[in-house]
């Protein structure tokens, strides 16, 4: 089984920052990227930001260049979102993805966390 869990969202005034936190664990071979999505209300899920294993040329969501970092440890199995300069529409509920393989299967899956909220009040 893999579990990806989630920490550090919350509420936030417009302008403030927030870092998010994600860990992979259980039954895990290899990860290949790691990324951030969020959803809000009525809206459909967008990618945030990725990285792939090398930690090099990671992916931000035009919205967001400048003002959020992503980063990983693969030894840790973990990937962190720095958000700063946070705007009230960056308010969503923010996953966690993962795309890896088990020692059960060689074939890589996405897997997801189960999510965090994150609000910015103007």
């Known amino acids: 089984q893999v579990q990806l869990v989630e920490s550090g969202g919350g509420l936030v005034q417009a302008g ?3 870092r998010l936190s994600c ?3 259980g039954n895990i071979f290899s990860i290949d990227t790691m990324g951030w999505y969020r959803q809000a209300p009525g809206k459909q899920r967008e990618l945030v930001a990725a990285i792939n294993t090398s ?3 990671p992916n931000y969501a035009d919205s967001v260049k400048g003002r959020f970092t992503i980063s990983r440890d693969n030894a840790k199995k973990t990937v962190t979102l720095q958000m700063s300069s946070l ?3 960056d308010t969503a ?3 966690c993805n993962a795309r890896l393989s088990t020692y059960s299967s060689s074939v890589y899956y996405n897997y997801w966390g189960q999510g965090t909220q994150v609000t910015v009040s103007s």
């Open 16 to 18: 403030g920052s927030l």
């Open 23 to 25: 860990a992979a664990s």
């Open 55 to 57: 930690g090099r040329s």
């Open 87 to 89: 705007k009230p529409e």
């Open 93 to 95: 509920v923010y996953y």
